[in-house]
């Protein structure tokens, strides 16, 4: 079931066509310039001092994930810079994007252009603020399970990387229009889904050194499996899943900030991801 915003009808969305698509094309051309792609088109260098990122995983994954997007998360306005992260799509959803995001739907929210292709509607619907966001979250909602591999790129610790997930959700939008809902019933949910959140990582206290890896994996029941990988020397050690956050709207809200071109947490990787999807059409 396709999911319909809560907080304003889907005809009330509908902008006028402008060069949304060129713009976002352009500067996602430049960001790309910082990435090295492997010949074989097998891994992608993000960031310089970690290993690069594969296009395909599965181990410690449920599932074979494919690479959408990547990028360098960077703090504060030195652009102090904190991780790499790819995001991920289970392999046996791709189809579902292209069934999800077929001409009829966008059409149902998106004043498209007669005379441009689906393709060139969909890069203009996914580059626009608000309908990207209405996009992304029927992606999340309707079954599309996404992954985060998150790669420290510099020593930290587990807590750290907590406090930037519940930042990350709490700065999304749509998180204040859904604590503000008058259906108290979400703000409940969310705030003990950010507990749950908080709870996974206070159980377990380690450090992150560089090239550390955390996963944030949705789940069938679109939960959120948490697991680390800390790096040992030149190697890793095995993979110790940490926890479960259950309520998916923390999956939603997280996942929107990656995917949706309002307040992205990551511009490139947002970027990226656009792109990856205008390629299954």
Known sequence: MLFTPRFQPLRALKPLIVATGSVITG???????????????????????????????????????ELV?????????????VYALGLYVAKEDTPLIKQILDSKFLESIYETDLRATHEENLKCALGNPEIS???????????????????????????????????????NP?????MNSDDESLGER???????????????????KKNSLLFMEMTKSQGIKITVQVAKGDSRAD?????????????????ESYLGAKKPLIRSVQETSVNYILELF
């Not at 749509?174 to 859904?178: I, L, R, S």
Request: net charge positive; proline share 5%; with cysteine.
């Open 190 to 208: 969310i705030t003990n889904g950010l507990d749950e959140l908080r709870n996974c990582f206070n159980a377990n206290k380690m450090n992150a």
């Open 69 to 81: 997007g990547y990028g360098i998360r960077e703090v504060s306005f030195l652009k102090f810079q």
């Open 27 to 65: 500067y996602a051309y430049y960001q790309q310039q910082n990435f090295i792609h492997s010949e074989d088109k097998s891994t992608v260098q993000v960031h310089p001092s970690v290993d690069p990122f594969p296009r395909f995983i599965n181990s410690p994954l449920s599932t074979v994930n």
């Open 133 to 171: 966001n209405v996009l992304a979250r029927n992606l999340i909602t309707s079954g599309v399970k996404f992954s985060a591999r998150i790669c420290a790129v510099r020593n930290t610790d587990l807590s750290h990387l907590r406090d930037g997930f519940i930042r990350t959700i709490m700065n």
């Open 239 to 255: 993979p110790i899943v940490i926890g479960e956050v259950k309520e998916p709207l923390i999956a939603e809200l997280l996942f």
């Open 174 to 178: 749509t998180y204040k229009e859904m």
